[in-house]
């Protein structure tokens, strides 16, 4: 049986084309979550609490498989907030606040989490505040950036500037972003993020 793909089966939110802003409805998700604070380029506990995120994403994959339920484990994504939006378009990491996300199947629930937990904790010594979250976000607009994570400020500012205020619209919920490539692969130029906003 094929596993499970979250990508293939959500194309419109982990396989957009359009570059520029564009609005669609978000259906409910929920996601294996973990909360943290700092500039995730240089923040030992953001590179920490991606690690566990992985750790236990793979975990529940592989229990799951194990159950004959096999899925893909999804990309990561993050929800991203400052107490001051222009934080984000002046990239001034050190104030950001984050969600780190990675999707789950819709049959995967509580008791996988603290099944993957148990596993996590004995066979890796790692006991980490990784929950299972849902999260519907309902009206957004969304947009795909190619390049470089610090060259997203532009296409935010005319999001917030231009976009929003043409269509009588404002920010209801965090910033969203699904990152499609692997900065440790792929070439700054080319990496491709999924930037979504909630509005209303």
Known sequence: MTPYDIKKDLKQLYAPKNTGWALLDVPEQQFLA??????????????????ALYTFAYTIKMAAKQRGEDFVVGPLEGLWWAEDYTAFTVRAKDSWQWTMLIAQPEWIGEDAVEEARETVRR??????????????????????????????????????????????????????????????????????????????
């Open 34 to 51: 973990i909360d943290g604070r700092g500039n995730p380029n240089t923040a030992e506990s953001y590179k920490k609490a991606v690690e």
């Open 123 to 200: 066979k890796k010594k790692l006991d980490a505040p990784v929950r299972l979250e849902k999260l519907h976000e309902g009206r957004c607009a969304q947009a795909l950036h190619v390049g470089s994570y610090d060259d997203e400020g532009p296409l935010l500012a005319r999001l917030h500037d231009e976009f929003l205020p043409a269509q009588g619209l404002k920010p209801t919920g965090l910033h969203h972003e699904v990152y499609l490539g692997d900065p440790r692969r792929v070439e700054p130029a080319k990496l491709r993020t999924v930037l979504r906003q909630p509005v209303g």
